[in-house]
């Protein structure tokens, strides 16, 4: 069965660090989403892609935080520099096409990210 | 700006039970309405997603129902195991927004 691949599954880095998050949607899924997850909360929504196009960034803090999905498959979350409150879960999802009626978004495993 | 609510925030019931899990959304104009669950440090899987044309989806002994006109959807599961703890979560698809829209989750514990 097709998955949602992310890596690194953890991530520990100190303040101020630069760090990635990597994504492989599911073949053919042309939409992706980066979620980002706090403890005890449901995901919040960063970033949208359709192919290699942002549909919506709104949420994305874009002083420190940036995506690209540069031939329309996979996708990379960048955060430079880290801050305390950035620990969290990042999770990646898909979906084909655009979300309707009928369709559902399929999650990866997520990267768990904790900033010292 | 869609919002979602889930109630009660944690639930704890022994093996066997039947039990109920509320969501609200403030936006009824909604594609889907979807449940996930969320084990402890992992991803989330698709539960049940009902259409909003629909009033309900059955998948084994997990039923979930959906009112878009008082904008509430519940989750019920029969005959709760212990495989069953999980976090619970509702999500709503449209209302303004592309990606979906979650509420904070219902952590379940079934106790043997």
């Known amino acids: 069965e097709a998955e949602v691949a992310q890596s690194p599954r953890y991530k520990i880095t100190e303040k101020s660090q630069a760090v990635a998050f990597w994504c492989d949607p599911i073949s053919g899924h042309a939409t992706l989403y980066w979620y980002r997850q706090i403890l005890g909360q449901g995901p919040e929504l960063l970033v949208q892609?359709?192919?290699?196009?942002?549909?919506?960034d709104s949420q994305l803090p874009k002083d420190r935080f940036s995506a690209e999905r540069l031939k329309g498959v996979d996708s990379t979350l960048k955060i430079q520099p880290a801050e305390l409150g950035d620990s969290a879960m990042y999770l990646c999802a898909s979906s084909f096409p655009r979300l309707s009626m009928e369709e559902t978004q399929y999650f990866g495993p997520g990267t768990r990210l904790l900033v010292l | 700006k869609q919002e979602v609510t889930q109630i009660p925030a944690a639930l704890s019931v022994p093996e066997g039970e039947n039990l109920v899990l509320n969501c609200s959304f403030t936006?009824?104009?909604?594609?889907?309405l979807q449940w996930f669950r969320q084990d402890p440090g992992k991803g989330l899987t698709s539960l049940l997603l009902?259409?909003?044309?629909?009033r309900e989806q059955t998948s084994g002994r997990l039923n979930a129902s959906l009112d878009k006109s008082s904008g509430r959807s519940t989750l019920y599961i029969a005959a709760s195991q212990p495989g069953d703890s999980a976090t619970y979560l509702c999500a709503a698809s449209g209302g303004g927004a592309d990606g979906l829209t979650f509420g904070k989750g219902t952590h379940l514990i079934i106790q043997p």
């Open positions: 009902i259409q909003s044309s629909q």
């Open positions: 892609f359709q192919d290699e196009s942002v549909v919506d």
């Open positions: 936006d009824s104009a909604i594609y889907n």
